[in-house]
């Protein structure tokens, strides 16, 4: 069983519309949860970092972690093409441990 | 500054040969780390070098190995390699590793013929 899981998607959905991406995790010494960006032919780019439970707001985007059932969300509102891209998910254990990624879930918004 | 740059961009090898990948960080970052990624994967861990040291290890063959010059500056190498090493290999760079963002390269395409 792979640490974090996500749906590869495809995922499309028409732009303005809210969109909600969703990981599991098996690792329950999982404290630190980010959301990473991967626009095609690039390396991934942090969106959000969050700490133990709880959610965290940043533009368009809120990320929510519920530690109880090892369940990590990101909400895009608003969504725009350029929103295009694969969302990693990804935790650690703690602040200095390897960082583990989620597969990958493709988003499309159509303009 | 300048972002984390990879080289090569691309390399295509055959079946037992070995390559090595180079990854110069963000300046100022002593931190490296190394990923593999596929289709069917996603991003996996390999290492983490500071300060010239491995801290931290992921579950990949003694085939896949690392090392950290003074600069920073990282080499990854694989040797023997296997079709099923076909694959994106990423570095990322931070401060320190603890708690901040993970600055990504663009990554090495690698094609195992």
């Known amino acids: 069983q792979k640490e974090v899981e996500q749906d590869p998607g495809p995922l499309s959905v028409p732009e303005g519309a809210i969109v909600s991406l969703n990981c599991t995790y098996s690792?329950?010494?999982?404290?630190?949860f980010m959301w990473y960006r991967q626009y095609s032919r690039k390396g991934p780019d942090l969106l959000m970092y969050t700490y133990s439970s709880g959610n965290k707001e940043d533009g368009r985007f809120t990320a929510q972690v519920d530690k109880s059932s090892k369940y990590i969300s990101l909400f895009i509102r608003d969504s725009q093409p350029s929103d295009s891209a694969t969302y990693l998910c990804?935790?650690?254990?703690?602040?200095?441990?390897?960082?583990?990624f989620g597969p990958g879930t493709s988003l499309s918004v159509i303009p | 500054k300048a972002g984390v740059t990879q080289t090569p961009r691309y390399l295509i090898k055959t079946r037992g040969q070995q390559v090595t990948l180079s990854c110069s960080p963000i300046?100022?970052?002593?931190?490296v780390s190394w990923y593999q990624q596929t289709p069917g994967q996603g991003l996996q861990f390999l290492f983490e070098y500071f300060s010239e040291t491995q801290r931290n290890k992921g579950n990949f063959p003694g085939r896949f190995s690392g090392r950290q010059f003074s600069n920073s500056r990282s080499e990854m190498n694989v040797s023997t390699l296997e079709l099923g090493d076909s694959a994106l290999y990423l570095c990322?760079?931070?401060?320190?590793?603890?708690?901040?963002?993970?600055?990504f390269g663009s990554g090495t395409q690698l094609s195992v013929l």
């Open positions: 690792n329950s010494a999982f404290q630190y």
């Open positions: 990804a935790g650690r254990k703690t602040s200095y441990d390897k960082v583990i």
């Open positions: 300046s100022g970052h002593r931190s």
């Open positions: 990322a760079s931070s401060e320190t590793g603890g708690g901040e963002k993970l600055f």
